[in-house]
């Protein structure tokens, strides 16, 4: 049995942000542009009806509002534990998740509903909205990263 284990990696209370802003607008374009073809429609109504009016309001809100939300629960104190330093080892089954504090949590390959990658990071997906976040970087040579490749695809039905 092979194992692989990660150089000592840390997320980006920035990146995370970033990410996470990312993924929302890639969830609700729909409902972005559902909102943004209203406000545009009660616009020229503006100062005629109070119904245009709360419409235009409310869109001009909407999304700073959701993006001032998401960057309260990233930089929050109660949410600090996901920019400690950790490590990664990797095994045919199981993922093990090591924090500076020697905190180890072992995860079953097969919990994972779905992987998602971008340029520098791994997403792997517990459920719809809870990831575990794991960079490119973090991986010592291309094999390690190419092993942790197929241990998730090869358990990850998509």
Do not use: C
Not at 59 to 80: D, E, H, Q, T
Not at 104 to 130: D, G, P, R, W
Not at 134 to 157: C, G, H, M, Q, W
């Amino acid at each position: 049995m092979r194992q692989i284990t990660t150089h000592i990696y840390r997320l980006d209370k920035e990146r995370y942000f970033n990410l996470l802003v990312k993924l929302y607008f890639k969830k609700k374009w729909y409902l972005i542009v559902l909102i943004a073809a209203i406000v545009i429609y009660n616009i020229p109504k503006f100062s005629e009806d109070t119904f245009a009016r709360f419409f235009v309001i409310f869109g001009m809100l909407y999304i700073p509002l959701n993006i001032y939300r998401i960057y309260r629960w990233v930089y929050a104190k109660s949410n600090a534990n996901y920019f400690i330093e950790s490590t990664l080892t990797v095994d045919n089954s199981f993922l093990y998740f090591k924090d500076i504090a020697e905190y180890e949590t072992k995860i079953s390959v097969a919990t994972f509903v779905k992987m998602t990658q971008t340029e520098h990071e791994y997403l792997l997906y517990l459920s719809q909205n809870n990831f575990s976040y794991i960079p490119k970087s973090a991986f010592k040579t291309d094999e390690d990263r190419a092993y942790f490749e197929l241990v998730i695809k090869e358990n990850i039905t998509t």
